[in-house]
C-alpha cells in the first residue's frame, strides 16, 4: 500500500510564497508521475502542474497550468519519495484545496509489482489580505 502526507498549506497574503509538500510512503517501487491539482467549491478539480519521476524517458520534465506558469515550480526528491510545490506571487485566485497525485509501480511480493494511483488528503491555501 502506497500513503501520502500533504503539509505546507495556510494563510497568506497576495504576493507572499507558499511551499507545499506531498511525503509518500510504502513499498514503493517508482513514482512515475507526480502532480499537484487544485479545487474550489463548485469548481472541478484542476491540474496545476506535474512532474515525470525518475527512470523514464521524460524524468524530470514539467508542465505547468497556464495560470501559474512563471510563479510556481513543481520538483521532487527520488531519495525520500516527496513531491514539492513551491508557489510564489500568490494571488488571491489561487485559493483553493491542494491535493497531490502520484502514480507508478508498488511491490507485491518478491519480484511482482502493480501499478497504484493515490490522492493525497488536500491541504487549504487561503490567498488574502
Known amino acids: 500500500q502506497v500513503r501520502v502526507a500533504e503539509s505546507g498549506g495556510g494563510l497568506v497574503q497576495p504576493g ?14 517508482a513514482i512515475n508521475d507526480l502532480d499537484w491539482y487544485r479545487q474550489v467549491p463548485g469548481k472541478q ?5 506535474g512532474i515525470a519521476g525518475a527512470g523514464i524517458s521524460r524524468a524530470g520534465q514539467t508542465n505547468y497550468a497556464e495560470s501559474v506558469r512563471g510563479r510556481f515550480a513543481i520538483s521532487r526528491d527520488n531519495a525520500t519519495n516527496t ?3 513551491q508557489m510564489n506571487s500568490l494571488k488571491p485566485e489561487d485559493t483553493a484545496v ?6 507508478g509501480w508498488m ?5 511482482t509489482q502493480r501499478n497504484f494511483e493515490v490522492w493525497g488528503q488536500g491541504t487549504l491555501v487561503t490567498v488574502s489580505s
Open 107 to 111: 511491490l507485491v511480493g518478491p519480484n
Open 98 to 103: 491542494y491535493y497531490c497525485h502520484l502514480r
Open 83 to 85: 513531491l514539492y510545490l
Open 45 to 49: 478539480r484542476e491540474l496545476v502542474a
Open 16 to 29: 507572499g510564497s507558499l511551499r507545499l509538500s506531498c511525503a509518500a510512503s510504502g513499498s514503493i517501487h
